[in-house]
C-alpha cells in the first residue's frame, strides 16, 4: 500500500480496480456515490492518476521531494493557481490554508519576481519557468 499527499485539498475520490469510482454524495460526506458506468469511472480514473503522480510518497515514511531549481511542489502549485486567476481564497481552499498563509505564499514570489500588481505577477511567473514541466 502507498499513500500520497497532495499539496492543494481536493474531494475524495476512490477507484477500484478501474471498475467502480466513489465520490462524496453529500456535503458533510456521510454518503458516498457509486459509479459503474464505463465513462465516468475512466474519466475519474484518469483524474486520480493525474492527482497522484505529483503526489508527495508517505509511506512507510515521508519522502522529502526535490525541488527544481529551487521551486517546491508548493511553490509550482501556488504559482499555477495565480496564473490560473484565482483569488487568494480560492488558493487558500485549494491549499487547505487560511487567506492569511496564502497571502504570506503570494507575496513571496510577487517579492523574488519584483512583481507590484497581480496581474504583472502572473506574467513574471509565465515568463520565469516556475511552471515549466519537470524534466
Same mark, same amino acid.
Given at each position: 500500500?502507498? $499513500?500520497?499527499?497532495?499539496?492543494? @485539498?481536493?474531494?475524495?475520490?476512490? @477507484?477500484?480496480?478501474?471498475? @467502480? $469510482?466513489?465520490?462524496? *454524495? #453529500?456535503?458533510?460526506?456521510?454518503?458516498?456515490? =457509486?459509479?459503474?458506468?464505463? $465513462?465516468? #469511472?475512466? /474519466?475519474?480514473?484518469?483524474?486520480?492518476?493525474?492527482?497522484?503522480?505529483?503526489?508527495?510518497?508517505?509511506?512507510?515514511?515521508? #519522502?522529502?521531494?526535490?525541488?527544481?531549481?529551487?521551486?517546491?511542489?508548493?511553490?509550482?502549485?501556488?504559482?499555477?493557481?495565480?496564473? =490560473? !486567476? /484565482?483569488?487568494?481564497?480560492?488558493?487558500?481552499?485549494?491549499? !487547505?490554508?487560511?487567506?492569511?498563509?496564502?497571502? @504570506? /505564499?503570494? *507575496?513571496?514570489? *510577487?517579492? #523574488?519576481?519584483?512583481?507590484?500588481?497581480?496581474?504583472?505577477?502572473?506574467?513574471?511567473?509565465?515568463?520565469?519557468?516556475?511552471?515549466?514541466? =519537470? !524534466?
Amino acid at each position: 500500500m502507498e $499513500a500520497r499527499s497532495l499539496d492543494e @485539498v481536493t474531494e475524495r475520490l476512490l @477507484v477500484i480496480d478501474r471498475s @467502480v $469510482a466513489f465520490i462524496p *454524495a #453529500v456535503e458533510d460526506r456521510t454518503l458516498a456515490l =457509486e459509479i459503474r458506468l464505463p $465513462a465516468p #469511472v475512466d /474519466h475519474l480514473g484518469t483524474t486520480f492518476d493525474r492527482l497522484w503522480r505529483p503526489a508527495t510518497p508517505m509511506f512507510p515514511e515521508t #519522502v522529502t521531494r526535490p525541488s527544481l531549481n529551487g521551486i517546491t511542489p508548493r511553490r509550482r502549485a501556488i504559482a499555477a493557481l495565480l496564473v =490560473e !486567476g /484565482h483569488t487568494d481564497a480560492v488558493i487558500a481552499d485549494r491549499l !487547505g490554508t487560511s487567506v492569511r498563509t496564502a497571502w @504570506v /505564499h503570494i *507575496a513571496e514570489p *510577487a517579492t #523574488v519576481l519584483g512583481s507590484e500588481s497581480r496581474a504583472q505577477l502572473g506574467y513574471l511567473i509565465g515568463r520565469s519557468g516556475i511552471l515549466d514541466p =519537470e !524534466g
